[in-house]
């Protein structure tokens, strides 16, 4: 399939100016290409990491749900929900916006906090128990939620870069030095005939001579 030529007149002019645009479109490319390969790398790095946590995280919230079904069985649900009516919050939780290669993320800050005794008749010690593994879990899914987020979006920008380096690298820089090519081509055709002309016209004058 033939490049398709820019529609421009086939001056000088136009074609110093479609050079300048044709080595900024490379300089372009460049640069789009090396934060393709950064963001490349930062991908793998975080899906090693994302496989890693979410397979703690999930351990940690089966052993959670183990022990909540042990509390379940030992209290029952009408007591477990007295028991949390008094219970304090065990893990606060930070989100801030985060920025890596012009990717926007929420960065997750979680902290345990030192689970405080409820002092109600009726509870088990299962029930601290289980307590204890849910805002390890908490801890754990909020981290995973950040590396999930990051990984989700610095893959869109990765593909939104792949697709911008090939429309520069096949599609567009190709058809400003096809155009180029015509360009200089067509002015050297004309610049032959300038030249065959001027030399006929001196030949006839020399014949007049």
Do not use: W
């Amino acid at each position: 399939m033939a490049q398709q030529l820019i529609k421009v007149p086939p001056t000088k002019n136009t074609l110093l100016k479609l050079k300048k645009q044709v080595k900024f479109l490379e300089e372009g490319h460049d640069l789009l290409e090396r934060k393709r390969e950064l963001l490349t790398r930062l991908v793998y790095e975080r899906i090693g990491e994302y496989r890693e946590l979410r397979e703690t995280a999930e351990a940690a919230l089966a052993d959670a749900y183990r022990c909540l079904s042990i509390t379940h069985l030992r209290m029952g649900t009408r007591a477990i929900h007295q028991a949390t009516l008094g219970a304090k919050l065990a893990v606060t939780v930070d989100i801030l916006p985060r920025r890596a290669l012009g990717v926007e993320y929420p960065a997750v800050t979680s902290q345990r906090l030192p689970l405080k005794p409820l002092g109600l008749l009726g509870t088990d010690v299962s029930f601290d128990s289980t307590r204890d593994h849910l805002a390890n879990a908490t801890v754990l899914l909020a981290r995973l939620a950040e590396v999930e987020i990051a990984l989700h979006r610095l893959l869109e920008e990765q593909r939104k870069a792949q697709k911008r380096v090939n429309a520069l690298k096949y599609n567009i820089i190709p058809r400003y030095r096809h155009t180029i090519h015509f360009i200089q081509s067509s002015l050297e055709e004309e610049e032959r005939n300038t030249l065959f002309q001027v030399k006929l016209l001196r030949q006839r004058a020399d014949a007049l001579t």
